[in-house]
Nanobody, 126 residues
């Protein structure tokens, strides 16, 4: 049984930092492209960043480039999202997702990912 679990969300002031973590079990971690998505109230869930199985290819949406860093630790089966210079517009539920494939990651829609965590809330106050 595949399990995905995010942690690390919270309330932070604008300009602050948070690091999200996502642990995965039940799959061969390095065989999966991993992604972070976010969904604000009343809006669609959209990809923020992704990383390929070996961690050598990453993708970021323009609004987080230079502020967010995605990484993965195969030994710990854990995905990370370091978030700096947070803005109120970053407020959302953040989801970790996995899809078993050997490929570079690109901008993807939620339906392209197989496994999801329940999400962790990030709130940035102004």
């Amino acid at each position: 049984q595949v399990q995905v679990m995010e942690s690390g969300g919270g309330l932070v002031q604008a300009g602050g930092s948070l690091t999200l973590s996502c642990t995965v079990s039940g799959v061969t971690f390095e065989d999966n492209v991993m992604g972070w998505f976010r969904q604000a109230p009343g809006k669609e869930r959209k990809e923020v960043s992704c990383i390929n199985g070996r961690g050598r290819n990453t993708y970021y949406i323009n609004s987080v480039k230079g502020r967010f860093t995605i990484s993965r630790d195969t030994a710990k089966k854990t995905l990370y999202l370091q978030m700096k210079s947070l803005e109120p517009e970053d407020t959302a539920m953040y989801y970790c997702a996995a899809v078993p494939k050997w490929a570079d990651c690109v901008l993807s829609a939620p339906f392209e990912f197989n496994y999801w965590g329940p999400g962790t809330q990030v709130t940035v106050s102004s």
